[in-house]
């Protein structure tokens, strides 16, 4: 495959979204849960006092990753970690909802030990990394600092682009391979943002392109999509297609599959492309539609499961797959839209429930329960996850601002 330039959409260049990872892209017609809102409000509070009890046990230099209920033990991890975005994140979103300064503060006192990963070009995570902390920070107080900080870091993950292959580098590996994550997809918007704020297209069209890549090679003809595709640098071919942290190549990982659901709605909104909300809502089709999906809406780690209903649930799928569906809803028609804000609904219904919002004081200050990371390598399994609680109080946040 060859590097085809694509053109620059005026549209997507200036038309600046009505948000950055948090509220909904327009008003929507829907009627008022009250009950949930009120919910929702108690959740920002005791996830506010949450984080001060995580906060307490963080030490210096490090970022929480999870919590181990049945040791009482935490994992930390440096700033270079993939998740290390989330906590800061997490951290001013309930800023913005509780307005407690102390959260402000360890969230600023954080981004410092984050910055430097701006001239990181040994990782394809930068969106999640800095864009996830200081785009949240930079719309909140915008400052000089921060945009130059954000943009750097786009530049640094454009190195990871590769003109024959069509597609950004995802982990790095042995020479003749070239391999790309479904993850990957959620790593766009900062490519996206930093076209708006420089002018410069560049990034824009890298963005597109990874895009139009991983649609044609990641996804099969149900709209589910594999975790890896293998390249061949050299031509760009598809050299082996698998799936990695699920059950089988063939299965649908429950993370991976909203990865991409929240990917595509992301091009769509920075492209106005229909070609992305189309490719949103198949995948959405194949999720909401899905017979192992369960009725509380929180899916399996995988949706093919050996042992299925007994297999472990993914709490962080589900809390990605709320933020996503309140998001593609306001892109929808409204029989579709009912739907996903129906199920939105639901998620976050049953993640405020005592199954998988942790009590008051446990779960190391973690938010939400019952997440799992990489259970074929027995990594992460049935704990905390920052992720997961990122993109449960990212989604209450979407929610609340439906009823402004």
């Known amino acids: 495959m060859t590097y085809r330039l694509v053109r620059l959409s005026l549209l997507g260049l200036l038309c600046v979204p009505v948000f950055m990872n948090c509220s909904g892209p327009k008003a929507i017609s829907h009627s008022k849960d009250k009950a949930l809102l009120d919910q929702i409000e108690t959740n920002f509070k005791d996830a506010a006092a949450q984080y001060k009890v995580l906060a307490a046990n963080v030490p210096q230099g490090k970022f ?4 181990f209920p049945t040791t009482a033990k935490y994992e930390f991890s440096n700033s270079s970690w993939w998740c290390s975005g989330f906590y800061p994140g997490s951290l001013l979103y309930l800023y913005e909802q509780t307005k407690d300064p102390s959260l402000y503060a360890e969230a600023e006192r954080i981004l410092v030990d984050l910055e430097k990963e701006k001239n990181n070009t040994g990782t394809h995570d930068l969106g999640f990394m800095m864009f996830c902390s200081f785009g949240n920070a930079n719309r909140i107080a915008p400052k000089p600092s921060y945009n130059n900080i954000l943009l750097t870091s786009a530049k640094s993950l454009a190195t990871r682009f590769d003109p024959v292959v069509g597609c950004i580098r995802s982990w790095n590996s042995k020479a003749g391979e070239y391999l790309v ?3 990957n997809m959620m790593n766009l918007e900062l490519l996206f943002w930093a076209t708006r704020l420089s002018g410069d297209s560049s990034f824009y069209k890298i963005a597109v392109t990874h895009a139009n890549t991983t649609m044609t090679n990641h996804f099969r003809p149900d709209y589910s999509s594999y975790h890896v595709i293998n390249y061949d640098q050299k031509t760009g071919g598809v050299q082996q297609k698998r ?3 699920g059950a089988a190549d063939e299965s649908a990982w429950a993370r991976g599959q909203v990865w991409g659901l929240y990917g595509y709605i992301v091009t769509y909104r920075e492209t106005r492309d ?3 909300l189309d490719q949103a809502n198949n995948i959405a089709r194949f999720l909401l539609n899905h ?3 369960p009725s509380d809406k929180i899916p399996y780690w995988d949706f093919n ?3 299925i209903p007994s297999a472990l649930r993914d709490a962080s799928a589900g ?3 709320a933020s996503a569906l309140l998001e593609l809803s306001g892109y929808q028609e409204p029989a579709e839209a009912k739907t996903s804000l129906k199920v939105a609904e639901t998620i976050i219904r049953n993640l405020s429930s005592t199954t998988y ?7 190391g200050g973690f938010i939400i329960q019952h997440g799992v990371g990489h259970l074929p390598n027995k990594s992460e399994v049935d704990v905390p996850l920052s992720y997961g609680d990122y993109y449960f109080i990212e989604a209450m946040v979407r929610y609340k601002a439906l009823h402004r």
């Not at 919002?357 to 779960?363: D, I, L, Q």
């Open 305 to 307: 499961a050996p042992g």
């Open 181 to 183: 994550i479904i993850d």
């Open 243 to 245: 799936t990695a942290q």
């Open 319 to 321: 809390s990605i797959m």
């Open 357 to 363: 919002k942790a009590a008051p004081g446990t779960n």
């Open 274 to 276: 229909k070609r992305y």
């Open 64 to 67: 929480p990753k999870t919590y």
């Open 291 to 293: 017979p192992n999906l």
